[in-house]
């Protein structure tokens, strides 16, 4: 497994976009919580957003962040490790020297796991830093949120990337590639699942991919949702953390199980 | 899952895998054939690649030489029939142990020779080695450090051939090798092709250049429209029949006398002179009496072997 790894990482460190994208993660990540902290006040009913920084909430700000930056930087990253070996025929010319399809496929699904794993690790290395500045004392009851945040942070970069794998894989161009992936994610599900509410009028448009995927690492206002409640517009409708987990490892495993039965018998 | 993963990097690592490979059947097709939609692009092609032999694969563009090669490797999948490499001795893992370009050299093109031939060398599951052996005899030890998109279309190829030997394979495969290449480029790699078969590898090489085919191959097989026309020796598939080129100031009576001449089996006219196809046994000298006799002025008669290019054609289009 090490050296299918040690094979990605010498196909694709010299890459300079792989390069960029890397470096933008790791910067904006927690730049953009940085930033954050410029921002004007907030409505009064929302806590001081100083508290955003402490623990035990530093985790789901930084979450919230993290599935941006995650479905991002990272996503788009995945993409451009398909779809330049196929641009370059690389992946064909890996396989003529002697990988099986399932080496292969194999080695892309561990680099998905490695950035999940990576991501996840950086998201606490941050949480951590912002967390032990801001939080005058910290102790093992507020150190840790109790919902599981780090383990759904780590299902969230699976899905997003696993995702990005399968459009890569299905389309094989770069520009198509991430120009779908992005507006999937952005805007088309919404768009179907708000035509389907309105045609079907059913609650399980909620179980939608990308929004159960989004729900691990909800926009963290969530919690407030009481004083919501009286505020004229749209309901919003975020799954119970239970049901997008268990919803989103489901797709993981859909995906990443359909696209490795089509990888294995298609010409390439 | 770990097994399988290892197995490749125990089994390249032992030059001796292969028992009694100097009388093997390296590579045997059943019945292969490919469909796309309503095109037959193989249709149940069958043959045999013994080890040792340096075997061309001739026909026409479109003839599904590239497919053949496609399935062979493992990157296209057949819709009917079967191959089987090295009579099933290394299973999945083939592949190891051949070295092949097929249709373009295929690299990174940000890293340089050492970094592209180093991601073969990791496929292969072989030790870190130094590749300057190898981009010497392909003449690219003073480019080693460029990145491959800096590359003209000869050094591009000649990395290529450099991959295909990485791990001393058992069979090397190319793929129209001298496609596109300069004449200085066409001889340099068909130079690396002839050492390559010296060094009494068996090789696969797809190619419509029948001239050199010809001067390398020890056998050939011809494919045209997907279907097999011919397989053998070069020698086999050659006939012993001469060609004679003759021409006169006037080529109306020399047809004349030779439409009637016994042991020609044909003629074509070719430019200003006649090209005709005549029993091994033809004499010239008694032709050029005999026209000389009925007042034709010669003043070209050439005997040669017939040329693979000509049987070629007379195969391909059904003669």
């Known amino acids: 497994m090490l050296k299918l790894l040690k094979l990605e990482w010498s196909k694709f460190s010299g890459s300079s976009i792989i390069r960029l994208l890397g470096v933008f993660f790791l910067l904006f990540f927690p730049l953009v919580m940085y930033i954050g902290m410029e921002l004007p006040k907030l409505p009064s009913f929302l806590p001081d957003k100083l508290s955003f920084y402490q623990f035990p909430a530093i985790w789901d700000y930084l979450g919230y962040a993290g599935n941006w930056m995650v479905f991002f930087f990272l996503g788009v990253m995945v993409i451009y490790t398909i779809t330049t070996e196929v641009e370059y025929k690389t992946m064909r010319q890996s396989i003529i020297n002697g990988m099986t399809r399932k080496s292969y496929f194999t080695s892309k699904l561990l680099t998905v796991t490695t950035l999940s794993l990576f991501a996840t690790f950086y998201y606490i290395l941050v949480a951590f830093i912002f967390g032990f500045i801001n939080t005058e004392s910290v102790d093992m009851s507020n150190l840790f949120d109790s919902s599981l945040m780090i383990p759904r942070f780590f299902l969230m970069s699976l899905s997003y990337l696993s995702f990005a794998m399968m459009i890569g894989l299905l389309l094989k161009k770069s520009g198509v590639a991430v120009f779908v992936y992005l507006t999937y994610v952005l805007f088309i599900e919404s768009a179907i699942r708000r035509i389907l509410k309105w045609i079907l009028n059913t609650e399980l448009v909620q179980y939608f991919p990308m929004n159960v995927t989004d729900d691990l690492m909800p926009l963290p206002f969530y919690k407030y949702a009481q004083f919501l409640e009286n505020m004229d517009g749209p309901k919003i409708v975020i799954n119970a953390p239970t049901e997008a987990i268990i919803a989103t490892a489901v797709y993981v495993v859909l995906w990443v199980g359909g696209i490795y039965y089509l990888f294995t018998r298609r010409d390439l | ?319």
């Open chain 2, 1 to 319: 899952m770990s097994v399988n993963l290892l197995l490749p990097y125990l089994t390249a690592r032992n030059p001796k895998f292969i028992e009694n490979s100097e009388h093997m059947t390296v590579l045997e097709t059943q019945n292969l054939t490919k469909r796309y939609g309503s095109l037959t692009a193989l249709n149940s092609l069958d043959f045999k690649v013994e080890a040792g032999q340096i075997m061309g694969l001739l026909g026409p563009n479109g003839s599904g030489k590239t497919t053949t090669l496609g399935i062979i490797l493992g990157v296209l999948k057949q819709t009917s029939g079967d191959f089987e490499w090295f009579e099933g001795q290394y299973g999945e893992h083939e592949r190891l142990r051949i070295g092949s370009i097929l249709e373009t050299p295929n690299f990174f093109p940000y890293l340089d020779a050492d970094k592209n031939l180093d991601i073969v060398r990791q496929i292969k599951g072989l030790p870190k080695q130094d590749f300057s052996d190898i981009l010497d005899f392909v003449a690219l030890k003073d480019r080693r450090k460029s990145t491959f998109k800096t590359y003209s279309l000869g050094m591009k190829q000649r990395l290529a051939i450099a991959a295909t030997l990485i791990g001393d394979p058992d069979v090397v495969i190319f793929d129209e090798p001298t496609n596109g290449l300069d004449p200085e480029g066409i001889a340099e790699v068909r130079n690396t092709l002839k050492s390559i078969a010296d060094r009494g590898k068996t090789v696969i090489m797809a190619s419509h250049i029948l001239d050199e085919v010809e001067k390398i191959c020890s056998h050939v097989t011809i494919i045209k429209k997907g279907k097999l026309m011919a397989t053998g020796s070069v020698g086999s598939i050659l006939s012993d029949d001469m060609t004679i080129e003759v021409g006169a100031m006037d080529n109306t009576q020399l047809l004349d006398l030779l439409r009637a001449y016994p042991g020609v089996n044909g003629i074509t006219q070719v430019n200003k002179y006649l090209e005709c196809s005549v029993d091994p046994s033809f004499d010239i000298s008694q032709l050029n009496r005999a026209a000389i006799n009925q007042g034709i002025d010669i003043n070209r008669l050439i005997a040669r072997k017939k040329r693979l290019e000509e049987e070629f054609l007379q195969i391909t289009q059904g003669k």
